[in-house]
């Protein structure tokens, strides 16, 4: 990761994770809670999410000088880029060894998902800011969770309406009738 202006090692938002959530029929139509069990980047709990290995002090680069970014010459261009060793920093310091430097562990946990009544199948739910912790303290990703919905023996959906076949006589059709449903 080179370029310019950019700090490759420096705070970045954590990744959205995308997963499947699987109802029935009655728990998409009445609305529900459910738990979801997730992998998900956590802070580390050595470094505090910092990535530096704790108690130790930062040194300046001795690549870049303290400067952050190198100046390349390539035949008639140069181009100025992130400085590989020191990520733009300017300085060093020894990474942490639980997270290797990245500032997160992977870790599963519960996370509660609240369906509104009336779900419908492929209805996408964004989790906010319960994704993937950010890399060196960086913002939480999102979860997304697509609904897939199972059918019912007897009840069936078109939009927002339910139907139901119910077996009725002649004579309840032709009289009217009461049915319980």
Excluded: W, Y
Aim: hydrophobic share 30%.
């Amino acid at each position: 990761m080179g370029g310019m202006g950019g700090q490759p090692n420096g705070p970045s938002r954590g990744a959205d994770i995308e997963t499947t959530l699987h109802l029935s029929f009655m728990e998409a139509v009445q609305g529900t809670k459910k738990q979801l069990n997730v992998m998900t980047d956590v802070p580390c709990t050595t470094c505090s999410g910092t990535g530096n290995q704790p108690k130790s002090t930062a040194t300046t680069c001795t690549e870049c000088k303290g400067k952050g970014s190198m100046r390349v010459v390539q035949g008639p261009f140069a181009v100025q880029m992130t400085c590989s060793a020191c990520g733009g920093r300017g300085k060093k310091q020894p990474s942490c060894t639980p997270c290797h430097g990245e500032g997160v562990v992977k870790q599963r946990r519960m996370v509660d998902v609240q369906v509104p009544a009336g779900a419908d199948a492929d209805t996408v739910l964004r989790l906010n800011n319960q994704g993937d912790a950010g890399r060196m303290n960086g913002p939480k990703g999102h979860i997304f969770v697509k609904l897939s919905i199972g059918t019912h023996p007897h009840f069936r959906r078109d939009g927002f309406d339910i139907h139901v076949d119910a077996p009725i006589t002649m004579a309840q059709a032709a009289l009217g009738t009461s049915i319980p449903i």
